[in-house]
């Protein structure tokens, strides 16, 4: 084997190691941040029980609230905006790494396209 098509197998090899090992951390982001995700759901699931959380605290000390006004609160709720913060950071390593996974991709297709078939 000469030293080119040499290089072009390790970086192919190299690239094909590299999507594997990346399985796991696209598939998880893509279950919530892709197309069909479950982020969404979760954020309003977190986001109605801290307004339950909300609306009982007010009920405890028989004080009326408006439902806007609870959901003006869960919003600039501290866990909320914790959930928000940390979901947007994972967000943006799975988009990198949907990005480096594209990359290798088409990387791997210049690498072994052959256009005598």
């Known amino acids: 084997m000469s030293a080119p098509t040499t290089f072009v197998a390790?970086?192919?090899?190299?690239?094909?190691q590299?999507?594997?090992?990346?399985n796991e951390d696209w598939a998880n982001g893509a279950s919530l941040y892709g197309p069909g995700g479950?982020?969404?759901?979760?954020?309003?699931?977190?986001?109605?029980?801290?307004?339950?959380?909300?609306?009982?605290?007010?009920a405890e000390k028989q004080e009326k609230v408006t439902e806007a006004r609870i959901e003006e609160l869960a919003h600039a709720h501290p866990d909320y905006q914790k959930f928000i913060?940390?979901?947007?950071?994972d967000?943006?390593?799975?988009?990198?790494?949907?990005a480096?996974?594209?990359?290798?991709q088409l990387r791997l297709k210049v690498l072994t396209y052959n256009p005598v078939r």
Not at 18 to 22: F, V
Not at 44 to 49: F, S, V
Not at 85 to 89: D, E, L, M, P, Y
Not at 91 to 98: G, I, N, Q, V, Y
Request: net charge negative; with cysteine; hydrophobic share 45%.
């Open 18 to 22: 590299q999507l594997a090992e990346s």
């Open 100 to 104: 480096e996974r594209t990359c290798a």
């Open 10 to 16: 390790d970086e192919v090899e190299t690239l094909f």
């Open 38 to 58: 479950l982020f969404d759901a979760s954020r309003k699931a977190r986001l109605a029980l801290i307004a339950a959380e909300i609306r009982d605290g007010y």
């Open 85 to 89: 913060g940390t979901s947007t950071i």
């Open 91 to 98: 967000r943006a390593r799975w988009l990198l790494c949907d």
